[in-house]
């Protein structure tokens, strides 16, 4: 015969835990929240809000509306009606930096404009992204040359870049490619907790 399932004779009986309370006003301890979610998990599932976030930020991108050069008409020809950048959700050019997330930067930058192009994007808020079109922004392209000295070569020397989409001008579908990968770092990302 087996014995019965139950406490041993003479071991004293150990009561349930008790559920979570939190008291009206008071704050709940960390104990109180991981008891609260132990209980709802089998009919709650939680998705993290970070993740929501991050998928409607890269779904609702919002771009300057912004050119240099010649990058800047392959950059129109993508938002047009030919490949409709609306379809991607990016589709809506803001004329104000404080409206927009995504810069593009669209064509070769001159020394001159490099500061300009930092104003905007310190005008920009967060989070914000930035994309680097054809090989003049990237690089300097064509016109790097040993004592050039008109030319910013890179964007990257004074700004940071998420995204570079290299040609000479880039077609819009290279561009539309590259919104696509900066759209997956996006879902991808994780927020810096500070402390």
């Not at 929240?33 to 939680?46: H, I």
């Not at 938002?79 to 589709?91: P, T």
């Not at 090989?135 to 020397?157: H, L, M, Q, V």
Request: with cysteine; net charge neutral.
């Amino acid at each position: 015969m087996t014995p019965p399932e139950g406490p041993e004779p003479g071991a004293a009986a150990v009561p349930p835990a008790a559920p979570a309370r939190v008291l009206p006003g008071a704050a709940p301890t960390d104990r109180a929240l991981e008891r609260l979610a132990e209980d709802a998990s089998p009919w709650v599932r939680l998705a993290m809000v970070e993740d929501v976030l991050n998928l409607a930020r890269a779904n609702s991108l919002w771009p300057l509306t912004f050119g240099l050069a010649c990058c800047a008409i392959e950059m129109m020809a993508a938002g047009a009606s030919r490949y409709d950048l609306d379809r991607f959700g990016v589709g809506l050019f803001r004329p104000s930096p404080r409206q927009a997330d995504l810069m593009i930067l669209a064509g070769t930058i001159s020394r001159k404009m490099a500061p300009v192009i930092r104003t905007l994007w310190d005008q920009m808020p967060g989070p914000k992204w930035a994309i680097a079109m054809g090989g003049c922004t990237i690089s300097g392209g064509p016109f790097k040359y040993p004592g050039e000295y008109a030319i910013s070569e890179g964007a990257e020397k004074f700004m940071p870049i998420d995204v570079h989409v290299p040609g000479c001008p880039p077609r819009p579908e290279a561009l539309i490619a590259g919104i696509l990968k900066l759209q997956e770092k996006i879902k991808g990302q994780r927020l810096e907790r500070a402390g």
